[in-house]
T-cell receptor, first 115, second 113 residues
Framework: DSGVTQTPKHLITATGQRVTLRCSPRSGDLSVYWYQQSLDQGLQFLIQYYNGEERAKGNILERFSAQQFPDLHSELNLSSLELGDSALYFC??????????????FGSGTRLTVV | DQQVKQNSPSLSVQEGRISILNCDYTNSMFDYFLWYKKYPAEGPTFLISISSIKDKNEDGRFTVFLNKSAKHLSLHIVPSQPGDSAVYFCAATGGTSYGKLTFGQGTILTVHP
């Protein structure tokens, strides 16, 4: 158990629908990161939050949004889902905003299947 | 724009031998490089990192080498064990990318008994 909790573990939904993925960071960590891993692809950075504020944005589609709440948990909202959104979505957390030497701690992911 | 590349999708080695996983990068502003290991149905776990001011970092059976002039890093696992079989990702951070890790596509390592 890495200490980063992601729910649900699996999600199957239809095209056009909206889903919310939830992440609870490791205790004491202020930064939350979201990554997408599609089939045969590396981990693509989506977005970072630090202590409730958006800090960095990657290749996140306009149909996707995220937020970090006062209790530091984060939610990733995916709307108007398409077949191509099927992927593993990982959340990671770290103590600070800048993580060089130690990287961050990942959760076990949410597998989203859009049918 | 693939700033971090792992050109070998897979690698197969015998138990006890050395595994060498390679990674190339293009962004000269990167100043930390990391390796993660990922088992099926789990998230990636941090393995080892190296600062750009060093050329080698060792942790037990794992050693990472950095060649800044060639923009290349490698992970050596000696001796390899069947439990090392996993997907290995290299990642980098620094410059305007500071705060996020940029990952390669991963290399599947299989260690045969």
């Amino acid at each position: 158990d890495s200490g980063v909790t992601q729910t649900p573990k699996h999600l199957i939904t239809a095209t056009g629908q909206r889903v919310t993925l939830r992440c609870s960071p490791r205790s004491g960590d202020l930064s939350v990161y979201w990554y997408q891993q599609s089939l045969d692809q590396g981990l693509q950075f989506l977005i970072q939050y630090y202590n409730g504020e958006e800090r960095a944005k990657g290749n996140i589609l306009e149909r996707f949004s995220a937020q970090q709440f006062p209790d530091l948990h984060s939610e990733l909202n995916l709307s108007s889902l398409e077949l191509g959104d099927s992927a593993l979505y990982f959340c990671a957390s770290s103590v600070g905003r800048l993580q060089g030497k130690y990287g961050y701690t990942f959760g076990s992911g949410t597998r989203l299947t859009v049918v | 724009d693939q700033q971090v590349k792992q050109n070998s999708p897979s690698l197969s080695v015998q138990e006890g031998r050395i595994s060498i996983l390679n990674c190339d990068y293009t962004n000269s502003m990167f100043d930390y490089f990391l390796w993660y290991k990922k088992y099926p149905a789990e998230g990636p776990t941090f393995l080892i990192s190296i600062s750009s001011i060093k050329d080698k970092n060792e942790d037990g059976r794992f050693t990472v080498f950095l060649n800044k002039s060639a923009k290349h890093l490698s992970l050596h696992i000696v001796p390899s064990q069947p439990g090392d079989s996993a997907v290995y990702f290299c990642a980098a951070t620094g410059g305007t990318s500071y705060g996020k890790l940029t990952f390669g596509q991963g290399t599947i390592l299989t260690v045969h008994p």
